[in-house]
């Protein structure tokens, strides 16, 4: 481990401890995080905590009130429902050219990203879990040759909060977010274009139970 690695490390144990907390539901929606309550609990200093949470606003899981601090993102039901929605529309109408990109090369590439994203929910943190989940659906989408799409859709991802907070409220749910995924492939595989869309409606809608 270098020096640099060393402050590296010790934010990002921060920020995935925090990860942690949120989706166990020890940090609520909405609730505020004070810098010092976090240093004591998590035993670190304030610059690794004042980082961890400025991460944590880039990916959707806290959000920063200037002159008042962090607090855990409080979705917005009725928006992120709409938001949903237009992925459905886009992500599926992006398949048929998708199924027609898939060469076996781009097909291995996925489903090693698929097979990632297993490894990191066995033996990752949850911040690895959630990259490795991006990783997937990047290169997924990046079959599409229409960047306008795939544009699009990262920005639709922005205006949610993140699954860390959201959809992955349970380890059950992440593996299924899992078996999805391989599902996904084997559709591609089979260049079954609506199977794919089917799955992956479902696999955005994210239904409870």
């Not at 949610?160 to 299924?176: D, F, P």
Request: aromatic share 6%; net charge neutral.
């Amino acid at each position: 481990m270098t020096v640099t690695d060393a402050p590296l490390k010790a934010w990002m144990n921060v920020a995935d401890l925090i990860a942690r907390d949120v989706r166990s539901g020890t940090f609520s929606p909405g609730s505020w995080l004070k810098q010092i309550d976090l240093e004591q609990r998590y035993g670190f200093g304030r610059s690794d905590v004042r980082r961890a949470l400025d991460y944590l606003v880039q990916k959707r899981l806290v959000q920063h009130v200037p002159n008042r601090g962090y607090h855990v993102v409080l979705p917005d039901g009725d928006q992120t429902a709409h938001i949903l929605e237009l992925r459905v529309i886009l992500e599926t109408a992006a398949v048929d050219s998708i199924v027609a990109n898939a060469t076996p090369t781009a097909i291995a590439r996925i489903d090693a990203l698929a097979r990632k994203f297993d490894e990191m929910i066995l033996h990752g943190t949850v911040l690895e879990q959630y990259e490795a989940n991006l990783a997937f659906h990047r290169e997924l989408l990046g079959l599409c040759p229409n960047p306008e799409l795939s544009s699009l859709v990262t920005d639709l991802r922005s205006r949610t909060s993140s699954a860390l907070a959201g959809q992955w409220s349970t380890r059950a749910r992440v593996e299924q977010s899992s078996r999805e995924h391989h599902a996904m492939v084997q559709a591609l595989e089979a260049r079954d274009a609506q199977q794919l869309k089917d799955i992956i409606a479902l696999h955005i809608r994210q239904p409870k139970g």
